[in-house]
T-cell receptor, first 109, second 117 residues
Framework: GQQVMQIPQYQHVQEGEDFTTYCNSS?????IQWYKQRPGGHPVFLIQ?????EVKKQKRLTFQFGEAKKNSSLHITATQTTDVGTYFC?????????FGTGTRLTIIP | DTGVSQDPRHKITKRGQNVTFRCDPI?????LYWYRQTLGQGPEFLTY????????KSRLLSDRFSAERPKGSFSTLEIQRTEQGDSAMYLC???????????????FGSGTRLTVV
C-alpha cells in the first residue's frame, strides 16, 4: 500500500530560525495536502498542491510539490512561537488521504 | 455551522465492552472519514463514506469495527469486544468532493479519545 514518510521526525529551532520538513511518497500522488496539529489539538488543513513542480506561499510558509509528484516540502521562514506543532503531509493516491509520519516542531524562545 | 462535532470527547471502557462514537460532519460535505491516531503518529485511515455509501475500509480494520452513515448525515463507529490495542484518538473528518473538483481539504473534529483498561 501507499506509504508517506516525513523527515525529520523532530525539529527544535531557536525563534527566528527557519524550518523545513520533507515528505516522500512511495507512489505518485494526484495531489498533496499539508496539515498542522497543535499539541492536544486536531489536524487543521493548511493547503493543497496539485500540479507537478507547484510552489505556493502563505505568508512565511512556502510549500513545494516535486516534479515527479512523489515528494513535497514545507519551509517556514523566521519561525515564531505560534508555529509550534506537528506538521503532516497527506498524499492522495486514489480517493483517500494517506498521512505522513509528521514532523514535530518546537521553538526555543 | 460549527464544524465537525464528535461525541464523546473521552471514553474509558473495560476490555471486552462495546463502544460507539458519533460524528456530525459539516452539513454541506458529502464525504465523511474515520481515522485513528496514536501518540506520535499520523492519522491512520479506517473508512470513508460518500453520502450514505461506505466506499472503502482499511484492511487494518478488523471485523470488530463497523461504521454507518444512515441517510448520509451523521456517522457512528462501533468497536465490539474492545482490546487494549484499540486505545487511541478516533478522528472524524468531512470534505466536499465534486465530480469536477476534488481538492478540498478535510475538516477534522476534535476526536474521541478511547482508553481501554
Amino acid at each position: 500500500g501507499q506509504q508517506v514518510m516525513q523527515i525529520p521526525q523532530y525539529q527544535h529551532v531557536q525563534e527566528g530560525e527557519d524550518f523545513t520538513t520533507y515528505c516522500n511518497s512511495s507512489t505518485t500522488l494526484s495531489n498533496i495536502q499539508w496539515y498542522k496539529q497543535r499539541p492536544g489539538g486536531h489536524p487543521v488543513f493548511l493547503i493543497q498542491l496539485v500540479k507537478s513542480g507547484e510552489v505556493k506561499k502563505q505568508k512565511r510558509l512556502t510549500f513545494q510539490f516535486g516534479e515527479a509528484k512523489k515528494n513535497s516540502s514545507l519551509h517556514i521562514t523566521a519561525t515564531q512561537t505560534t508555529d509550534v506543532g506537528t506538521y503532516f503531509c497527506a498524499g492522495r493516491g486514489n480517493e483517500k488521504l494517506t498521512f505522513g509520519t509528521g514532523t514535530r516542531l518546537t521553538i526555543i524562545p | 455551522d460549527t464544524g465537525v462535532s464528535q461525541d464523546p470527547r473521552h471514553k474509558i471502557t473495560k476490555r471486552g465492552q462495546n463502544v460507539t462514537f458519533r460524528c456530525d460532519p459539516i452539513s454541506e460535505h458529502n464525504r465523511l472519514y474515520w481515522y485513528r491516531q496514536t501518540l506520535g503518529q499520523g492519522p491512520e485511515f479506517l473508512t470513508y463514506f460518500q453520502n450514505e455509501a461506505q466506499l472503502e475500509k482499511s484492511r487494518l480494520l478488523s471485523d470488530r469495527f463497523s461504521a454507518e452513515r444512515p441517510k448520509g448525515s451523521f456517522s457512528t463507529l462501533e468497536i465490539q469486544r474492545t482490546e487494549q490495542g484499540d486505545s487511541a484518538m478516533y478522528l472524524c473528518a468531512s470534505s466536499l468532493s465534486l465530480r469536477t473538483l476534488n481538492n478540498y481539504g478535510y475538516t477534522f473534529g476534535s476526536g474521541t479519545r478511547l482508553t481501554v483498561v
